[in-house]
Nanobody, 125 residues
Framework: QVQFVESGGGLVQPGQSLRLSCTTSNLSFDYYHVAWFRQAPGKEREGIACIARSDETTEFADSVKGRFTISRDNAKNTAYLQMNGLNTEDTGVYYC??????????????????WGQGTQVTVSS
């Protein structure tokens, strides 16, 4: 059974930064696009960033462009989400997942699988 483990969440103040990680085993990580999603209370799961499996091109939701970056280390089977300039609207549970479709990567949750338990990010003053 393949599952991702997300970590790095926490409670921060507006304007601060966090770096999330997700890792897995038993998976040829470099074969997949990796994406980060988040789900705020009472809202649907939202795709916020993805990185393609081959050329590592990226895609971001408009709400996080210019503030978040996504990267991957295939040797470590790990992906990262660097979040800068956090605001209260970034609060939610953050998940990562993978997709094996041809490039480019997309931010559609129903195209991804091997979801983890998520990590909570709370932005509050």
């Amino acid at each position: 059974q393949v599952q991702f483990v997300e970590s790095g969440g926490g409670l921060v103040q507006p304007g601060q930064s966090l770096r999330l990680s997700c890792t897995t085993s038993n998976l040829s990580f470099d074969y997949y696009h990796v994406a980060w999603f988040r789900q705020a209370p009472g809202k649907e799961r939202e795709g916020i960033a993805c990185i393609a499996r081959s050329d590592e091109t990226t895609e971001f939701a408009d709400s996080v462009k210019g503030r978040f970056t996504i990267s991957r280390d295939n040797a470590k089977n790990t992906a990262y989400l660097q979040m800068n300039g956090l605001n209260t609207e970034d609060t939610g549970v953050y998940y990562c997942a993978v997709d094996a479709r041809p490039p480019p990567c997309r931010l559609k949750a129903d195209e991804y699988y091997f979801w983890g338990q998520g990590t909570q990010v709370t932005v509050s003053s």
